[in-house]
């Protein structure tokens, strides 16, 4: 079957990922349009292993854990010169994976229960949390957006939870634009500026890219309303809806440094929108 090999080569935001095992490795759909083989060396390796690992996490520091009142979702530790990571399934709260990543954030041991004799290493949330430090090793960051191309400008929309943009996603589509992807992106630094990329989700979608050309930070209004942000303020708000663990310095500073050239580079706008075909216009008239 394509989704079970005891190899897989992966290239998301033209990052070349290798996954590797003794025994079948089972993807998720959603990662299928992103296999392609790799001629050099990958830029992230993933060791796969079934079962788990002899050690623990006991005599180690936790450094950070992701959870809400009603799940957990990963724990992580310092281990040696790198990071543990202590993944727990979404609907049990049971552990799902064990994860060590190197000082470099180039190379993954991940253990997982084999079921069937075959092992899914990048079920959510491994998937996604392999993704966000993949980032770090390159001038990237992963997203909470959307992003529309219209076949010349690339716009990208990101706000809190309910801000509207799945809704802004539907709007430009049905005006016309490709929508690169409506909740999880990755923009990548080129050489000319910068690019942003969806990423494998639930759901097969080929790999897509556009140029970054604006960011709208968006909220539901009675009327449509623009302001151009600029400096600290444009860089703090874009940077609250980067996907990121705020428990290294190093990681921070790396941070701002992007949102810093994004801002600098790209016009970041608050915008309030009425959810209808006008806010299409509103946009394209305010940049021209």
Not at 80 to 105: C, D, P
Not at 117 to 127: C, E, H, Q, S, T
Not at 218 to 245: D, W, Y
Request: glycine residues 6%; contains cysteine; charged residues 20%.
């Amino acid at each position: 079957m394509e989704n079970q090999q005891k190899t897989f080569s992966l290239s998301i935001a033209d990052f070349a990922i290798q996954l590797h095992s003794e025994t079948l490795i089972e993807l998720e759909d959603g990662y299928l349009p992103f296999l392609k083989n790799i001629v050099n060396k990958p830029d992230i390796d993933i060791e796969c292993m079934a079962g788990w690992p002899e050690f623990s996490f006991d005599e180690t520091q936790k450094v950070f854990e992701a959870k809400n009142e009603a799940q957990k979702f990963y724990t992580i530790y310092s281990i040696n010169s790198g990071l543990g990571f202590v993944i727990y399934n979404q609907q049990s709260n049971e552990i799902q994976q064990i994860a060590l990543l190197n000082e470099h954030f180039t190379h993954w041991k991940v253990y997982s229960e084999a079921i069937e004799n075959r092992i899914m290493p990048l079920k959510y949330p491994m998937g996604p949390i392999i993704m966000h430090y993949m980032t770090l090793t390159s001038d990237a960051v992963m997203m909470h957006a959307s992003c529309a191309f219209d076949g010349e400008k690339g716009r990208m929309f990101s706000g809190f939870s309910g801000a509207g943009k799945s809704t802004m996603s539907m709007i430009w589509s049905e005006a016309g634009s490709q929508i690169i992807n409506d909740d999880r992106l990755i923009i990548r630094k080129t050489d000319t500026g910068f690019n942003v990329h969806n990423t494998p989700m639930y759901y097969k979608d080929m790999p897509k890219v556009a140029p970054l050309s604006a960011v709208y930070l968006i909220s539901h209004s009675p009327e449509n309303k623009i302001k151009k942000l600029s400096g600290a303020i444009a860089v703090t708000r874009v940077m609250a809806f980067c996907i990121q663990n705020n428990f290294d310095k190093q990681f921070i500073q790396k941070r701002l440094g992007i949102f810093t050239e994004i801002s600098m580079q790209v016009p970041v706008y608050d915008l309030g929108f009425v959810p209808n075909q006008s806010v299409v216009q509103f946009i394209k008239a305010h940049e021209a």
